[in-house]
């Protein structure tokens, strides 16, 4: 009757309300905090070579996890306090166990209202078992396939892991959770250090290349959400964390410097290239007729410019290693309190930025990152963030916000010889018909780009 009263306007916001009433509810039912733990040391963590001759759901704890597990326990009692516990465990062995040593540290089993065992966040699976020495080669070519994508051989990618693990969380909080009859101030997620991450990942929406960036927790240690009615959401709680700080993420990057210079042969190379698809085009080596379309007459043809992959592909890879041999390695640390979006900032990398891509603890890393000599930031020129995993002209693509062909194309190198054939010759500067941009020449800074225009780069 209220709602039959309204106008259409009025009855829109009505329902509007009704529908964030009816979620705010929703969240009110969840528990004020979320605590993914991962599992105490186990066998595997300490002899890799049990992967051959046991299963991975099968692998212990060993003594030291044991106990590191029993102190989470006694951690884990001062962020609970009195308030109902619930516990969602991976079906795993090891993760089983750590649970049992959590009640021995001083976990109250009492105040658990509800365990459910769930095989949807078991660790990531790596095949039955594993051949000595497989390890080493498949993190080799995980470097090269990316860690989200990378499979091995009978066995998931982490990007299969990760939609089993978000099938998991909308059913904890959509289904599993409200409908519990006394609701949890707290929900221990226990599980694996890779399991974390990609639920983490899905939490806060973060992209492949932020996922890549992370390491795992210690085992036995855990990180906490808290509950934002406001949002609506989880949000990450460092100071209830152990230890207390964000999920530690580092990420490689190439600083490219004005005064850093690429050497003769290499610019040489790349004139050379470009001479090349220029001659190949004017003398037509790659023009070919195309066949009449349906209802031409069959006289009808067309000379159509030639493409000359190989050609392309080299002048990439060459402005790519020019642009390499400009930079500087760096390693950014702390990588996920750098505001979004990431690759687009600049002042938020002061004091975050380590010399070399050495892999080194957290406290390491931080401790080098004080006591570094501060980059002259007027001598940078850009930041590369992808290095030799992503071509030039995805690098130009990637490097301004929003970047689509229309606001790129200026800045990217057309991969037909047409643009810059039909480019006027007035509009570039003398000698830079061969050189291409000035980016990538040996004489020193950026001055060009492509068209003979000054840079724009988006900081």
Known sequence: ?????????????????????????????????????????????????????????????????????????????????????????????RTLQTLAALYQGGLPEAQVCGVHVSSQIRGQECGNFQTVGSHPLARAEQEVVGRFYYRRENAESSADVYDRTAAFWSELVGKILPQQKVRAGTCLILTHGLTMRLILMNIFQWSVETFETLWNVDNACHITLRRDLDKMAYIACPEKSFPPHLPWATRDVWVVLKSRRASESTAEKLELLQRARRESKAWGLLSHDSPPREGDPATTRKTVPGYWLEIERDIDETRNRLLHERSVPYTVIDYLSIPQPRTLQREALRGKMVPGHRVQSREEQLEQAARAEAIDWDDVEMIDWWGPQLSFQGKMMRSFTGATPSCARHHIPDASADAEASEPARKRPRGAEDAGPGLFASRGPLEYNLHGEPPSWPW
């Open 1 to 93: 009757r209220f709602l039959a009263g309204l106008n259409r306007s009025d009855y829109d916001v009505a329902l509007s309300s009704l529908s964030r009433r009816q979620r705010l509810l929703h969240w009110r039912r969840l528990p004020e905090r979320i605590v993914l733990l991962r599992h105490g040391e186990s066998e595997g963590n300490l002899d890799r070579t049990l992967y051959t001759c046991k299963g991975d759901a099968q692998l212990e704890l060993t003594a030291r996890g044991l106990q590191q597990s029993r102190e989470a326990g006694a951690r884990l009692r001062e962020i609970v306090g009195d308030e109902p516990i619930f516990v969602v465990v991976s079906s795993f062995e």
